[in-house]
């Protein structure tokens, strides 16, 4: 029982340091020149930072694009040598 209590102490301790790092050292963080400008930067380009994934973001359409006509280039980057071996033939 005491090892159950000392794990909840531990879990309780590192809540609040995640809390404490995110209600008042990142914001402090974010006031840097270098910091703002990258905020800034990404705000402009159009990146939305509540993003939940990559692919939320417009631009990632074209990206895909671009991998797919890659993966379905026979000479491209994914291209895998058959080695001479037909599949499913003796």
Do not use: C
Not at 23 to 46: E, F, H, T, W
Not at 74 to 80: D, E, I, L
């Amino acid at each position: 029982m005491k090892k159950r209590i000392q794990k909840l102490i531990y879990l309780a301790l590192a809540l609040v340091m995640m809390a404490v790092i995110w209600l008042s050292v990142l914001p402090r963080l974010s006031d840097i020149p270098s910091v703002r400008d990258r905020i800034d930067r990404n705000r402009n380009a159009g990146v939305n930072p509540t993003a939940v994934f990559y692919t939320d973001h417009p631009g990632m359409a074209d990206f895909e694009r671009n991998i797919q006509s890659r993966v379905e280039a026979p000479n491209g980057w994914f291209w895998k040598p058959s080695y001479g071996i037909a599949v499913g033939s003796r």
